[in-house]
């Protein structure tokens, strides 16, 4: 039998997408979607490239290069600091994907990632932590969809904290 978190993926995933496809562009926003079952959770996030580095054309001078490059970086090897779990979870981060979309003169981040967890983070708080690596980020909303929970957040500065 497939697993639910397949099932809450998937849907989550097709929820995503769909949403992402029909415009949700707002600068200083990022949409997070969240899926867990058991001690596997799955997060996806979008945001426009200005969100995080402040611009959406292609970058141009090195400033530019690096200011894009450094945020990235952040979003991939460090997200484990941005989203946090209860330490006694012991959970460990995997990104699979990141990348930058362009589309009708629009640019913006998306990525992927799992976390893996010795204990099951139902009932604890995830804490959010973005504002000081990115000071764009006015607003952060969230979804979260599990086996025993469906519910919808907003942060400011993509600060604060939830409960799963």
């Known amino acids: 039998m497939k697993s639910k978190l397949a099932y809450i993926i998937f849907a989550s ?3 995503t997408s769909s ?5 949700a562009h707002e600068h200083g926003v990022a949409h997070v979607k969240i899926a867990y079952e058991q001690n596997k959770i799955s997060f996806e996030l979008q945001a426009p490239s200005e969100t995080f580095y402040g611009f ?3 970058a141009k001078t ?9 945020a990235l ?6 997200f484990q600091d941005l989203v946090v779990f209860d330490s006694e979870l012991n959970c460990t981060f995997k990104n699979t994907r990141l990348e930058v979309k362009k589309e009708d003169g629009h640019s913006d981040v998306e ?3 799992t976390a893996e967890c010795k204990k099951s983070p139902s009932k604890t708080f ?3 932590r973005f504002s000081k690596a990115f000071p764009r980020l006015n607003e952060m909303r969230i979804e979260l969809l599990s086996d025993q929970k469906q519910s919808q957040e907003k942060l400011k500065k993509g600060d604060g904290r939830i409960q799963l």
């Open 111 to 113: 990525g992927s990632w």
């Open 56 to 58: 959406e054309h292609e």
């Open 126 to 128: 995830l804490t959010f």
């Open 19 to 23: 949403l992402w496809a029909h415009g």
């Open 73 to 78: 970086s952040q979003l991939k090897t460090n």
């Open 62 to 70: 090195d400033a530019e290069k690096k200011a894009k490059d450094e």
């Open 13 to 15: 995933l097709t929820l």
